[in-house]
């Protein structure tokens, strides 16, 4: 499979200038199988750009498909999805799966109202859209992917973690967790022996041990539902995974805030003599798998 990812900042974008080598869109992830099948990590400000660049393709002349899989429907990972040019274009049919509201079409259908956007409803989109209950389909097999999924509880809320699967090659997608009780396993489990794993990391181990570096700043809400990139390293040893990609990095971080914790984990790792490669994942960072 070939992966790019258009997305990799969390909550809120960001825009500074010393963030730009990272990226500062919220998340999005592309997955390509051997044939060119398209599927679609979260719909954060990232699959604007995407869909941009889907037009030149079968999906710009309404003959096209595409899969969307949701981690849960917060709002940095569904406020691309007004955006999504494709979904406006008659003919190009679309499915969006996901977990964590019992009404994931609701919250979508609510997204698009008059309140928040002029589409006023995802039947003005004019693409073909459904919106699948993933309960009802423990293994999804999309062209050659085969896609499996976990439920967890981060913080308040339930979250779903993706294993995506081609030709013996493996893809799991973390896009949120919190480890403070322990690494969580049941995304241990889902992540065990996979070639790359995409997990969160927002907060440098500093910031975690000093109670999180909440975006509702010190005297917000608890910042759960979060973790460190060490926790992040923990769980891709823990579960046997050959490369870490290090995601949804936090809006204060800069370019050099990230790799120099980047490197402090490659320093601890290379200390304990495991073979785990990682890095920062990017915008337009494209690798096969
Ligand atoms: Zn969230």
């Not at 060119?36 to 030149?56: K, N, V």
């Not at 979508?108 to 956007?117: A, F, I, P, R, V």
């Not at 926790?231 to 050959?242: K, L």
Request: proline content about 5%; hydrophobic content about 40%; overall charge negative.
């Amino acid at each position: 499979m070939r992966v790019r990812f258009w997305g990799v900042r969390g909550g809120i974008a960001a825009t500074r200038q010393d963030a730009q080598g990272i990226g500062g869109n919220t998340p999005c992830v592309e997955l390509r199988d051997r044939d060119g099948h398209l599927l679609i990590l979260d719909a954060g400000i990232g699959l604007y750009w995407l869909g941009r660049s889907l037009l030149a393709g079968p999906l710009g002349r309404g003959k096209g498909e595409a899969t969307i899989l949701l981690t849960h429907s917060h709002w940095d990972h569904i406020q691309g999805f007004p955006f999504f040019v494709p979904a406006f274009i008659p003919g190009n049919r679309i499915d969006i799966w996901g977990g964590g509201v019992a009404t994931l079409r609701d919250v979508l259908e609510g997204q698009m109202s008059g309140t928040y956007s002029p589409i006023d409803g995802m039947a003005n989109m004019g693409a073909s859209i459904e919106v699948g209950d993933l309960s009802q389909c423990p293994v999804l097999e999309r062209g050659r992917f085969r896609i499996t999924h976990a439920h967890y509880r981060n913080g308040p809320h339930d979250m779903v973690g993706y294993r995506i699967e081609e030709d013996g090659k493996s893809l799991c997608y973390i896009s949120e967790a919190d480890h403070r009780a322990g690494l969580d396993p049941t995304i241990v489990e889902l992540a065990r022996g996979v070639d790359v794993l995409v997990h969160e990391a927002f907060y440098t181990d500093e910031e975690l041990a000093a109670g999180g570096n909440s975006l509702a700043g010190p005297s917000g809400p608890p910042s759960g539902g979060h973790c460190s990139f060490g926790q992040a390293t923990e769980v891709a040893i823990a579960a046997g995974a050959q490369r870490l990609h290090y995601f949804y990095h936090h809006p204060d971080h800069s370019d050099a805030d990230i790799h120099a914790a980047v490197a402090r984990e490659r320093e601890k790792i290379a200390a304990r003599g495991l073979p785990l490669r990682v890095e920062p994942a990017r915008e337009g960072l494209e690798f096969q798998v």
